[in-house]
């Protein structure tokens, strides 16, 4: 089996995890839902960038389904299930805005390098 079809049999198997129809993650991650067929199917290559998109559009389809379950196996009091909830999506936004500026993804340092020029 070619590294590109694993590497597209994990990506259609995340997005059934993440109850995502291919016209769905296409559509978030900017791209043809005929191109991600075919990369599903390791018909094609895929860049660096476009894997990016695909996992963050799959991790918050993934984060969307299993927080409430996450949350709802800890209490059954709605109001401390609120609390949960709240709090988890705040330290997800929070970790999430870190993990780009740790890779350079915001673009900070492609700022600062204009600005010495």
Known sequence: MTLR??????????RHKAELTQARLA??????MFYLGELERG????SIDTLEKIALMIL??????????FINSFSTNPSVTAILMTGLVIITILAGAIMLLLFGVIGIHDNAAKSQS
């Open 60 to 69: 918050i389809g993934l984060l969307a389904i299993g927080l409430p379950t």
């Open 43 to 46: 018909k094609v290559n895929v």
């Open 5 to 14: 079809k694993i590497v597209g049999e994990n990506i259609r198997g995340y």
């Open 27 to 32: 559509a978030k991650a900017g791209m043809d």
